[in-house]
């Protein structure tokens, strides 16, 4: 039976087990980097305690960590979690040959720094982009996963259902062509819009957010790493997304998946993961109202409370 939640916060706090006390441990924190496959450098950050679940965060595409901050925080506290920059993002390295821009050497990424820090087996949460990397992750090593949190992503061809408007392909395919002919002007466009004064304003009219929610400073961050992110790169990794078909793994999902959707999401709309949910086995699935797809920093509260309920009911 598929179970779909859309409650609030106060709701979801009575159906968390009181019996439990949420108690902080110590917290150790390591910082570092680990080679992939063909000697990229990757860097991570793992916190918290010994004991507990090990949780990997994976984040979307041209994203640093800063979407995981609220989630990060409040499991650090009690379970080890870990994370990290995907190739050619943020404080990791790019890759010197640029046929290992795909999601296969994403995924080689990850698997990189479990073994780095020792991590046999975790929950892997990916977000936009991260969920078709953890989907591919769980397909090569299906021993190292004990549960999936997918957010606000798509199991194949994001681009067919952006703004869920089929014709958004194209426009990628103008954008890879662009990119690749006039790089040094493509990053140029990219810087500018870094610095544009009304880039919060765009965001709100294009419904990239919800502008009385969300964490500003956060999508300040965001701004600012998508457009220092190389485009030539951007463009060769969004292609090799929307090249992978996850689609018939679903059905073989074998350990506990939670899908976290949102209603406002315009880059992953809502069907698609109620889809997901759909051909997941007894997956669940948490709909947020009046959220968008970075709810991660718009309502962190409640994802929290639905993530830590999801872990105590299928993992202990």
Known sequence: MKAASTLASEDLKSKINTNQPRISRLTQVREGYARSFDGTKIWFKSSGADKGN????????????????????????????????????????????????NVDSLTEDMLAIAKKLRIKKAIFA?????????????????????????????????????????????????????NHTFPNLANKIGYLMSKNPFWFQMG????MMNPGLVDKTVMKEYIKHFTSVDAIFLAKLTKSLQDYDAEPLLKNIKVPTMIIA???????????SKKMNHLIPNSEIL??????????????????????KFIQERLK
């Open 54 to 101: 090990t949780i990997i965060f994976c984040n979307g595409l041209g994203c640093s960590t800063f979407y995981w901050k609220h989630i990060y925080s409040y499991f650090k506290k009690t379970d080890h979690v870990v994370l990290f920059d995907w190739r050619g993002h943020g404080k990791s390295e790019s890759p010197k040959n640029q046929s290992y821009i």
């Open 126 to 178: 990916g977000h936009s982009m991260g969920t078709q990397i953890l989907f591919r992750f769980y397909q090569k090593y299906p021993h190292r996963v004990s549960a999936l949190i997918p957010c606000f992503g798509a199991f194949n061809k994001p681009l067919d259902t952006f703004y869920n408007n089929p014709s958004s392909k194209y426009l990628f395919s103008l954008i890879y062509l662009f």
């Open 204 to 207: 709100s009219l294009l419904k």
């Open 262 to 272: 949102a209603e406002q999401d315009t880059f992953t709309p809502v069907w698609i």
């Open 287 to 308: 709909v947020i109202k009046k959220a968008s797809h970075v709810a991660l920093v718009e309502q962190p509260a409640l994802i929290n409370l639905r993530i830590e």
